[in-house]
């Protein structure tokens, strides 16, 4: 049985609001959190009420699973300096596009940009084959005579972005295709027309460079002595504490993430075109490389016996963690599993392994006193039924032993 901290700087009228938060089921929304639909993404919410009630303005906040970058945003949002890891190079992307802070010439930039689009696609013009990716197997599965259309109106897109020279600009505009891409393929019965795909991209352009914009002001607003800094790094976390970017922001005040789940699947890196067909084309509209396998985003492969390899490379991460964290730092994260019985405890080992005790901030004094909540609206879920362990996650907080 793990202790209990009481000096965790968590006061009650915090743990009320931690609670209310975890338990909030609202769709994910404001800020620039819906720039893409990341799969597992944390509930905007809940991050917010961590990082206020374990940090201050001015420090620094790890997220060493960042995915969506939800932490960053939120993070700099509250006046916090930010750092996310995260092994996916797509993630780094969507980080990235999520924290700008636009410049008035990158905003004009992006506004020409947006207001060219009707002539951008056009199906009776040429495209660009994007070869070094076609050749790499990044279109697979929208090289079908279905897709053609589809596919040379993203190509056309593209080469519009790669016209536009401010680095803030070019970043927006080509997640508004990615996101325009990812409406129009991922999880997507029906493929939509070519007009249909066009008036989307102006919709999010639109939708987009407004949230951008008020992200911006929420970040003006604050009155600090220096804007917060928000960086992305593509590594893995095992052995992340040697890093020397890593190294220059630790220890942070927080560190707040969610790993991949024990047995759960889910599918970070490619989109799923007719039917269950997986597309690595997110990597290709990015403009970034894939790693590799799915089971190098979910560290190991689920079907491995006992999750040997899940809860090794969980070890190997979690020893990083616990080196870049201080006495003082404060360590949140949620977690589901397929299996909550044999599965938490196993986690819970893990964690006392890396030299890292729980904590339970809340007074809860029902079921096991830890903070459990319903994961609403996600995907990989449709197949589970309504009330199965995996629907369901929890929170932890742990400090260094
Ligand atoms: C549950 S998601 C995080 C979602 C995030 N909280 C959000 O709001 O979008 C887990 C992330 O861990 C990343 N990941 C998997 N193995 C990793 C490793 N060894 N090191 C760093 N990141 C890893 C995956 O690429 C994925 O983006």
Known sequence: MSQIHPETSCDKGY????????????????????????????????????????????????????????????????????????????????????????????VAAFERWRSRIPD?????????????????????????????????????????????????????????????????????????????????????????????IAFRDQVDSLSLNAPPQSISITRSTAGAHSDEIVQEVSPPKLIVTSPPYPGIHVLYHRWQVDGRKESPAPFWIAGKLDGAGSSYYTMGDRKYPNLRTYFEQLEASFMSVAAIAGPETIIVQTVAFSETEWQLPRYLAVMERCGLTEDRPWNISDGDGRLWRDVPNRKWHARQKPHSPGAREVVLVHRKA
């Open 15 to 106: 743990a009320e609001r931690i609670i209310g938060a975890a338990r909030d089921a609202s769709p994910v929304a404001g800020l620039t959190h819906n720039f893409y639909r990341y799969p597992a993404r944390f509930s905007p919410v809940f991050v917010r009420s961590v990082i206020e009630a374990f940090s201050s303005p001015g420090d620094w906040v790890i997220d060493p699973f960042v995915g969506g970058g939800t932490t960053l945003v939120e993070a700099m949002a509250l006046g916090r300096h930010s750092l996310g890891i995260d092994i996916s190079p797509l993630s780094s992307f969507i980080c990235e596009a999520k924290t700008l802070v636009l410049t008035d010439q990158e």
């Open 120 to 212: 951008t696609i056009n199906i009776h013009e040429k495209s660009r084959r994007f070869e070094r990716y076609a050749e790499a197997g990044y279109y697979r599965n929208l090289e079908s005579p279905k897709h053609w259309r589809l596919r040379k109106a993203i190509e056309q897109s593209l080469v519009s972005v790669e016209r536009l020279r401010l680095a803030g600009s070019a970043t927006l505009a080509r997640c508004v295709v990615l996101r325009s891409a990812q409406w129009a393929l991922d999880a997507r019965k029906q493929t939509p027309s070519i007009s249909e795909f066009r008036e989307r991209l102006q919709l999010l352009a639109e939708e987009m460079i407004a949230s951008a």
